[in-house]
Every structure is written in C-alpha cells, then in structure tokens.
C-alpha cells in the first residue's frame, strides 16, 4: 500500500499536492472540486492590504455617492470642522477594514463546513498595519493556519537590506502574538543573502515558508507604446529556482517548506520532494489544466513511488537535498561550464 500522507504545520495532509492561494480559491464551488479532485489542502485567495486601503480611497472619495449611511455620516462628520476629518477618516477606515475583513471571516468559516480538507488562509501584507487583528479573527474564524503572503520588492534605493528585512520580521512578530494557529510565510527571493534570511526568518518560530511566490511582472507592448502584463502563468519549465534553494535549505531550516512556482506534473512534483519540499503548491497547472489534474498527478506519483518501491513519502522526501548529496557544487554552481553542461 502506498501512502502519500505527510505532516505539514504540524497539520496532517492526506498528500502534499497544495491548491496555492489563487482565484481559484475564491469560490466555495471551486474549494468543493479541488477537495474532490484529490488535493492535501487548500490556501485562500489572500485578503490583500491594497483591497482594504483602496476600498478606504472610494468609501472618501465617494463621500457624496450611495454608500450609505456611510457617506452621510462621513459627510456630516467633516463638515463639521477640520478636526473631525481625522476622526471621519478613521471611521471609514474601520468600515473598509470591517466591511472586507468579514466578507473574508464569513468565506473561511463556510469553507471549513465545505470541505475536509486544512484550510489555510492568507493575507497579504506589505507593512505591519493591523494584521494581528486579522489574524486573531481569521483563528476565530476557523482556520487551520494562516499563510503570510509577503513581497516587498527592494526598488527603493533609499532603502537598505536591513530596512526591508525588518518589514518581515516586525510583521511575522505581531501577527505571532496573537495567534495560535500555524503562520508560514509566503516570499519572493530578491534577499542579499537569501539562505541567512530564510533561515532567520525559519527562526520567528513560523511553522512554514513557501518558496516562492511567483510575482506579477510588467511587460511593454512595442504596438501600443504601453505597459502590460506579461505571463501571468507560469509554464512548466520555471520550477528550477524553486528546486535549487528548497535543495539548499532543506534540513537546515526551523520550519517546514512548500515549493511553489512551476510545479505542473508529477515528475516536478516528485523532483521538489526529492529536494527536500514537505508540500508543493499548484496554482497555474490548475488554471491551465483545470482541477482534474489533481488525480493525474497523484496516480504519477504513486507509480513512480512503485516502481522506485517507495511506500511513504519520507523513504524519498529530501534524499536529493544538499545535506543528502555529496557534491554540493550541483546545487551552489551557478556558471555554465562545459564540464556540466557539455556544450561549448
Ligand atoms: C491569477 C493569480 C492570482 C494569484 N493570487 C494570489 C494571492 O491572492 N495570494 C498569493 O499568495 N498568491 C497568489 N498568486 C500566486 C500563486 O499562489 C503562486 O505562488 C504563483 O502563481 C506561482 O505558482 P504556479 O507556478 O503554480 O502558478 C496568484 C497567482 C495567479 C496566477
């Protein structure tokens, strides 16, 4: 008998296939079919500090349109004196900040009664702001961890490294003083240096740290002379970044570890565990694939594991991580040679 079953934040995972956080994890509807279809766990589509910020923007630039009593109360407040804008705009602030955190609460309580699988639900943060209230309330709410979706891309050159390390850090201490629940934290790896990071932030006492978010990317479009997006999804051959440093940094780390980017079959699916990943997150294999990739994928597992005559995910789960293999310069090498690529 093969089992796929692995432990991650200390949850119990039937499998380590994740839906990463998404769109697609917006919907109940979806949630049911992506527990359906087979996969270990699920993490929210992130309620986003823009979203609350932005909702602010419109609910005081519409001081004058139909949200109401909103709008009348805002009005009435600052049309009093200049002082009362402070407290209006505060009052508004709480609404927004209410308003989009109890849609989010209500959708994580409904799909802990949808599905059976830990629900992980995430934010997304780019400075301290108010998470720790969040994060209480998402516990409360019911879910089984809580993913910090962090990415502050270092573009400001007044900036220094330690600056915006601190961001992360003074984030994942407030939002740990207030839950109890599992926190991993989702980043990018624009880091001086990377391992020393990771593994400070290893140290909080976060239980995970999903590498890597797979950021939006602008592009220009020559035709119109404008900016635009580029590939929104990933393609199968991206996963390589992730596979070196879950290499490098697995063992070695104070926290479990999820790959994420480019992950779209099984052989990748096995090369991350291999590496060293305790889960992997699929995102766009399951937009472009659509749910019933989720049993492919694990049926490629299971044959493989056959064949290699694994029985559980830890007879194999890190055996080709930098720890495990002699030869640390496949992983740390970063020059082409001809010696390993045999090509002049
Ligand atoms: C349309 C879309 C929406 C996304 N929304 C979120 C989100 O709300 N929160 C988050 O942490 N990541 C979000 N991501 C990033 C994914 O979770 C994932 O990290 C990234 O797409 C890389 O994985 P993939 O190669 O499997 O797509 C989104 C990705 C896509 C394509």
Redesign the pocket.
């Known amino acids: 008998m093969i089992d796929l079953s692995c432990n991650y934040l200390g949850l119990q995972l039937r499998n380590p296939l994740i839906a ?7 919907s109940i509807e979806n949630l049911r079919s992506i527990a359906k279809m087979g996969a270990g766990a699920v ?6 500090e823009e979203q609350i910020r932005y909702e602010t923007d419109l609910l005081i630039e519409s001081g004058h349109s139909e949200i109401k009593p909103w709008n009348e109360v805002f009005n009435s407040i600052v049309s009093e004196t200049e002082y009362y804008y402070e407290e209006a705009f505060n009052y508004l602030t709480n609404y927004a900040r209410e308003h989009t955190l109890n849609k989010y609460l209500k959708f994580i309580s409904e799909a802990k009664k949808a599905v059976d699988i830990p629900v992980i639900a ?1 934010i ?1 943060c780019r400075t301290e702001y108010d998470w720790q209230y969040f994060a209480r309330r998402i516990q409360e709410a019911g879910a089984d961890a809580l ?1 910090l ?1 962090i ?1 502050v891309l270092p573009s400001d050159p007044e900036k220094d490294s330690a600056e915006i390390e601190a961001i992360y850090f003074d984030i994942i201490k407030e939002v740990k003083k207030f839950v109890t629940i599992p926190v991993s934290v ?1 980043t990018g790896y624009y880091f001086s240096s990377l391992a020393r990071f990771l593994m400070k932030l290893a140290d909080t006492g976060i239980s995970g740290l ?1 590498l ?5 990317n602008p592009d220009i479009d020559i035709d119109t002379l404008q900016i635009s997006a580029s590939n ?4 199968d051959s ?2 390589s970044n992730t596979l070196r440093w879950v290499a490098l940094l697995s063992g070695r780390l104070k926290c479990d570890i999820a790959a ?5 079959n099984h052989q990748t699916v096995i090369k991350q565990l291999l590496a060293g990943a305790d889960t992997v ?7 472009k694939q659509k749910f019933d990739v989720l049993p492919e994928i694990i049926s490629g597992l299971e044959s493989w594991m056959k064949q290699h005559n694994f029985k559980s995910i830890s007879d194999f789960k890190g055996l080709l991580s930098r720890q495990n293999v002699g030869n640390f310069a496949s992983y740390e090498r970063v020059q082409f040679i001809r010696l390993f690529t045999g090509i002049e």
């Not at 993490?43 to 986003?48: A, H, R, T, W, Y």
């Not at 890597?212 to 939006?216: D, E, I, K, M």
């Not at 929104?232 to 393609?235: D, E, H, P, Q």
């Open positions: 990463g956080s998404s769109g697609l994890t917006s993490v929210l589509k992130s309620v986003f995430s997304n993913e979706n990415y989702k999903t890597f978010n797979r950021p939006y929104v999804f990933s393609n991206e996963y994420s980017t480019g992950i779209h997150q699929l995102v766009s294999v399951l937009y």
